[in-house]
């Protein structure tokens, strides 16, 4: 039996969740390019209610063409309604703030996400900090960091604003990954995780709005574009699969592959954006992609002993 058709816990990470979490990854890093461009159009809070919205509409109708029972009485709406609040904080300060930083920079801010699981695992999840994981996300941090000095990087209002908020963005993410290993939420489906979030976030942001200014800017069919695959892919499908892999591997393991959406969300947005390229990106994917393999080393040798 395969890990795709399973419903069993595993000890690490093994190929199937490592390759499901590539594909993950360069779809989030991607995923800050289409903000840039749908914030071009949109009030930025906007587009995180309509984006919620949308997504949960479709999220809704899968579950009902699948028969997933989503309304029953199973003890996790205290779980739900937080990790819903957490998830409108995150996106909201996620869209605000890359209107005062770039995409790659951004990026790279919102990722420091695996340095709260790995913490909030060890104390909460019994999932201990060993050397070789602290060496490998240090040698995946060093690389952010070279990446993160990179002039280049920095947005018309010199990034600070933008930043922190994007560090608080992935300090929410972080928190919500703990809340659902330890909450009730484990044992629900992966639909109706996300639901929680995307209709508890729709309503938590809405009177935020005003606070981005007025809702349309310069509306054009790019920008409208990147909110439907953003809604379309980026929520409806990816955040399901990634809530699914969540209660069947580690969260350190999974969490820790998120290194990968700054070198996709550079990549993106040097082909896209047009922001510049240079050898410290180079550099520093050397670097993320050589601690993700010492990250899961003891993993895959546990699963293949």
Same mark, same amino acid.
């Not at 039996?1 to 390759?19: L, P, S």
């Not at 560090?167 to 489906?189: E, F, H, P, Q, Y």
């Not at 709005?209 to 069919?221: D, F, M, N, Q, T």
């Given at each position: ?7 069993? +816990?595993?000890? !690490? ?16 890093? %991607?995923?800050?390019? %289409?903000?840039? &461009? ?18 949960? &509409? ?7 063409? +699948? ?86 990087? %920095?947005?018309?209002?010199?990034? @600070? ?20 290993? *330890? ?42 574009? /990147? ?13 399901? *699969?990634?809530?699914?892999?969540? +209660? ?29 390229? /240079? ?6 994917? @050397?670097?993320?992609?050589? !601690? ?7 993993? +895959? ?5």
């Amino acid at each position: 039996m395969t890990a795709v058709d399973t419903t069993e +816990r595993r000890d !690490g990470i093994d190929a199937f969740a490592a390759g499901a979490m590539v594909v993950l990854t360069l779809s989030w890093g %991607l995923n800050q390019v %289409l903000v840039k &461009v749908a914030n071009a159009g949109y009030n930025p809070v906007l587009l995180t209610v309509g984006r919620s919205a949308i997504a949960a &509409v479709l999220v809704f109708l899968w579950c009902h063409w +699948r028969g997933i029972r989503i309304f029953e009485r199973d003890g996790t709406l205290p779980a739900g309604i937080l990790v819903g609040v957490l998830f409108g904080i995150e996106f909201v300060l996620m869209f605000f703030g890359l209107d005062y930083t770039s995409a790659a920079r951004g990026t790279l801010v919102f990722n420091t996400m695996p340095f709260w699981v790995l913490l909030g695992a060890h104390f909460w999840l019994g999932e201990k900090i060993t050397a070789t994981k602290f060496a490998g996300l240090v040698l995946a941090f060093a690389g952010v960091v070279l990446v993160f000095s990179d002039k280049g990087s %920095l947005g018309a209002g010199g990034g @600070l604003k933008g930043d922190l908020m994007l560090l608080a963005a992935g300090a929410a993410w972080g928190a919500t990954i703990i809340i659902i290993k *330890v909450s009730r939420l484990n044992t629900a489906s992966a639909e109706k995780t996300l639901l929680y979030q995307l209709v508890v976030s729709s309503i938590f942001s809405i009177p935020l709005v005003p606070l981005a200014g007025p809702l349309l800017r310069e509306p054009s069919i790019l920008a409208t574009a /990147s909110l439907l695959v953003q809604a379309v892919y980026v929520v409806s499908f990816t955040y399901v *699969v990634w809530f699914w892999l969540m +209660r069947r591997y580690p969260a350190s393991g999974l969490s820790s592959f998120t290194f990968l959406s700054p070198v996709f969300g550079v990549v993106f947005a040097v082909a896209l954006l047009g922001e510049p390229f /240079s050898w410290r990106i180079l550099v520093a994917m @050397l670097l993320i992609v050589a !601690g993700l393999i010492i990250v899961n080393r003891p993993a +895959r040798r546990a699963a293949a002993g």
